[in-house]
C-alpha cells in the first residue's frame, strides 16, 4: 500500500490552558523546636489515630514543638468546607501558626 493516501485528523484537546502561574515555594522551616504547627482533617479515615501518632514522633525529634489540634479548626471537607478554609489565614494568624500539617483520607 505504498500509495495509500495518509489521512489527516483536527484533535480536540481537552485541557484548557494553565490558569494559576508558578509560584516561588514558601521558605522551609529550619527547625520545628519552637513553632507552632496546625493540624487541619478532612474527617476522613483515621486522621485522629495519625495525628496522635504524628505529634508522638515529631516530639521526639523536636521536644519544644507545639500542635494546634485538628478540632480546633474543624472539618476541612463538607458542608462548611468553604468557610473553615477561609477563615484558615486569619486563624492561623491569631494562634501564631508557623506550619501546617494537611490531612486528607481517601
Known amino acids: 500500500m505504498a500509495n495509500a493516501q495518509k489521512e489527516q485528523y483536527e ?11 508558578v ?51 474543624g472539618n476541612t471537607h463538607g458542608a462548611e468546607e468553604h468557610e473553615v478554609v477561609g477563615s484558615l489565614p486569619r486563624r492561623f494568624k491569631e494562634l501564631g501558626v508557623d506550619a501546617v500539617i494537611s490531612s486528607m483520607g481517601c
Do not use: H, S
Open 23 to 73: 509560584r516561588k515555594l514558601a521558605v522551609r522551616l529550619d527547625t520545628l523546636n519552637g513553632k507552632t504547627v496546625a493540624q487541619l482533617w478532612d474527617f476522613r479515615f483515621r486522621g485522629d489515630e495519625v495525628f496522635a501518632l504524628l505529634e508522638e514522633g515529631l516530639k521526639t525529634r523536636y521536644p519544644d514543638v507545639r500542635f494546634i489540634n485538628w478540632r480546633e479548626f
Open 11 to 21: 484533535v480536540f484537546w481537552p485541557r484548557t490552558p494553565r490558569q494559576v502561574q
